[in-house]
């Protein structure tokens, strides 16, 4: 694991040596994994953020120093994958730790007004939290759910204590009340636990001051902890800290007049701050040292996002729509200014952090991810398989070693997308075998999973800005040219 990055090689030299000491004094050759307490969990998830919108993976029009610490202290994977373009689907998955086309809830892409009722993540099915409680956590949701809404399907049904922010998709950053719907049946306000409140301020910050409660409380209680805290940046709509005037000209237009690259850069950087706060309090209250911080985003980015070197976005299946950042960071047993190349997915986040928490998932649910824990620490990289479908059948995708095979539009296509990461060589006749046997091993997968499901036409006619939003935009993928072959 070799570290690849522009920070300062001083700051760099101080963290590996800090991280070494910190291995030597525990008695770690190799990190051991049952030789402390169960560590405490804080998973950090962002929304729709591209793979290089954070400096220490590329970004150099601005800077994300908390984030960049959280590489400096842990480790960065270079090829993490999200289980879909899209974000339920995605949250799905890493909840189960299975396919998300494993579960009816899993096949909404994402879920939305025109979802049939009576879907959404079934309360009886295990889950990261409920497992982890079983093992002795206490389990806190802050942020986003976007798993099923009120009545029948609540974070607190799924393993949570706690609960502090919106059921649905996409939260105005500074209306928070009762008339922060865009339409009579989105209810995307903020909720205490399942109970509709009202707070002044940005989100992004309202929810960082609620993961800091989360950990001073924890603190006193001295029990193990998951602490999720999955912030709505940087989701539409585009609203930086200081544009609550643009906020409420925004309740009244359509998704794509939106927004600007200055202000994207706000809301990134203002989340990046809200980790850092996040960051201080763990050091505050002492729990840095056994507590493991992850850092990664739901899917590839939107419209405003920086996704070198990749191509395509959110809604694609190209490597934009899925290629994410992810970290990990927990001292004296990850070491420190490290990057793994082992190929991961949303998933494998599920069985990892069981694992290091003593359990393991339920047996009659077995996770179809993998243990990260090798990985993490410094287990040499091994080869694995992915498979992804997206919108009906219109897209999907299969990564297998280096290879991938990719459906979209009507085109097919055969990727070494190690050699070709912006997919632009299409390497389908030159490799008929390749081709072949990929095809016919996502067919294979896709047997074994739920049948598609076509999204219904209410999607494309509530007339409001979600249904522009997930109707419109949606339907208009960004294709590799059928000539881009190799040269």
């Excluded at 398989?385 to 219109?394: N, Q």
Aim: charged fraction near 20%; glycine fraction near 8%; aromatic fraction near 10%.
């Amino acid at each position: 694991m070799v570290w690849q990055s522009a920070i300062s090689r001083r700051r760099f030299v101080q963290t590996t040596a800090a991280s070494s000491l910190a291995l030597a004094g525990a008695g770690l050759g190799r990190p051991s994994w049952a030789q402390s307490p169960k560590p405490n969990i804080v998973f950090i998830l962002a929304d729709d953020l591209g793979y290089a919108d954070v400096s220490c993976y590329g970004q150099r029009d601005y800077t994300t120093p908390n984030i960049d610490r959280l590489a400096l202290e842990g480790t960065r994977f270079a090829q993490a994958y999200s289980n879909s373009p899209d974000c339920s689907a995605t949250r799905t998955a890493l909840i189960t730790g299975r396919y998300q086309y494993r579960l009816p809830v899993g096949l909404e892409e994402p879920i939305a007004p025109a979802t049939p009722k009576g879907i959404g993540l079934p309360p009886s099915h295990p889950t990261l939290p409920s497992l982890l409680k079983k093992a002795g956590y206490n389990t806190t949701l802050v942020g986003k759910w976007h798993l099923g809404f009120l009545p029948d399907f609540s974070p607190l049904r799924s393993g949570y204590d706690h609960f502090f922010g919106i059921y649905g998709c996409c939260a105005d950053y500074f209306n928070h009340g009762r008339d922060a719907s865009r339409s009579g049946e989105y209810a995307y306000q903020l909720h205490e636990e399942e109970v509709p409140v009202e707070r002044h301020g940005y989100m992004t910050n309202l929810l960082g001051d609620r993961a800091i409660q989360s950990i001073e409380g924890y603190a006193r209680s001295k029990e193990p902890f998951l602490l999720s805290l999955h912030f709505t940046a940087p989701h539409w709509p585009w609203e930086g800290p200081d544009d609550e005037a643009e906020s409420k000209r925004l309740r009244n237009i359509r998704y794509r007049d939106g927004g600007t690259q200055a202000t994207y850069a706000k809301m990134v950087q203002s989340l990046d701050a809200n980790i850092g706060r996040v960051l201080q309090a763990l050091d505050v209250h002492e729990l840095a040292a056994n507590t493991i911080v992850v850092f990664t985003s739901d899917n590839g980015g939107e419209r405003f996002s920086n996704i070198w070197p990749f191509t395509g976005m959110k809604f694609e299946l190209l490597e934009g729509g899925i290629r994410v950042p992810a970290i990990a960071r927990w001292p004296g047993r990850i070491a420190g200014g490290s990057v793994s190349d082992q190929t991961m997915i949303t998933m494998d986040w599920m069985p990892t952090l069981l694992a290091a928490g003593g359990t393991q998932p339920d047996a009659a649910h077995p996770s179809d991810g993998e243990n990260l824990l090798p990985a993490l620490g410094g287990a040499p990289s091994h080869s694995r398989t992915f498979h992804w479908r997206y919108k009906a059948g219109s897209q999907r995708a299969i990564r297998d070693g280096d290879w991938k095979y990719l459906r979209i539009a009507g085109n097919e296509f055969l990727f070494n997308v190690v050699q070709d990461p912006r997919e632009r060589a299409n390497l389908k006749n030159r490799r008929q075998d390749v081709f072949d046997r990929l095809k016919s091993n996502w067919e294979t997968w896709n047997s074994t999973m739920l049948e598609e499901r076509s999204r219904p036409a209410t999607y494309t006619n509530t007339g409001d800005a979600m249904a522009d939003h997930y109707g419109v935009v949606n339907t208009v993928p960004a294709t590799p040219p059928e000539s881009a072959a190799p040269r």
